[in-house]
């Protein structure tokens, strides 16, 4: 079965930019879509189609997808960005979710 | 204001049954796909079941196929979930998430969740 592989956690200071990573068997040739779940709430997409951003979500949050890996960025991040974060794709016909990246902001 | 709400979990006894529902409201139902998807106590997502506009398409994980039932009335702009010889490891917060029909759309709206707890 498909997998996709992320880092547990990730750190970042403040204003700085934070980078999690999502590896799979050529992820490149899939969309992949990111969400940021903070502790006693539900998920919230912040990436879809590899890059875009819905609607309401900061601009400083951007994605790439090439190759095996998507990449989720935070550029500029705040306290309230610490959260986990899952990455997920479309395999034929299932949906696989990364394991998630705890984000924390030091 | 789209909103997902889900119902019908509870404690119930390994090898019982549960029926979950999501009550959908603020946007045209049949036009959205739909997806469950639980978490576990302290755990990562894990997606368990999809099914199409019209309900003629469903997948399931590897995880509950054979146990657990998808279906939708979009008469009543509803989702449900019929699970059948629940097993602990079916411990988790159960999530209804509604996805575009364009490829590469993600899940952009949940639910607030209802826990499902296994255990005799």
């Known amino acids: 079965s498909y997998e996709l592989t992320q880092p547990p956690s990730v750190s970042v200071s403040p204003r700085q930019t934070a980078t999690i990573t999502c590896s799979g068997d050529?992820?490149?040739?899939?969309?992949a879509c990111w969400y940021q779940q903070k502790p006693g709430q539900s998920p919230v997409l912040v990436i879809y189609q590899d890059n875009r951003r819905p609607s309401g979500i900061p601009e400083r949050f951007s994605g790439s997808n090439s190759g095996n890996t998507a990449t989720l960025t935070i550029s500029g991040t705040q306290a309230m960005d610490e959260a986990d974060y899952y990455c997920?794709?479309?395999?034929?016909?299932?949906?696989?979710f990364g394991g998630g990246t705890k984000l924390t902001v030091l | 204001e789209v909103q997902l709400v889900e119902s019908g979990g509870g404690l119930v006894q390994p090898g019982g049954s549960l029926r979950l529902s999501c009550a959908a409201s603020?946007?045209?139902?049949?036009?959205?796909?739909m997806n469950w998807v639980r978490q576990a106590p302290g755990k990562g997502l894990e997606w368990i079941s999809y099914?199409?506009?019209?309900?003629?398409?469903?997948y399931y994980a590897d995880s509950v196929k054979g146990r657990f039932t998808i279906s939708r009335d979009n008469a009543k702009n509803s989702l449900y979930l019929q699970m059948n010889s629940l097993r602990a490891e079916d411990t988790a917060v159960y999530y209804c998430?509604?996805?575009?029909?364009?490829?590469?759309?993600?899940?952009?709206?949940w639910g607030e969740g209802t826990l499902v707890t296994v255990s005799s």
């Open positions: 099914i199409s506009t019209s309900g003629s398409i469903i």
């Open positions: 050529k992820l490149g040739d899939k969309y």
């Open positions: 997920q794709a479309w395999d034929s016909s299932t949906v696989v």
């Open positions: 603020g946007f045209t139902f049949n036009n959205y796909e």
């Open positions: 998430a509604r996805k575009a029909t364009s490829a590469g759309f993600g899940f952009d709206y």
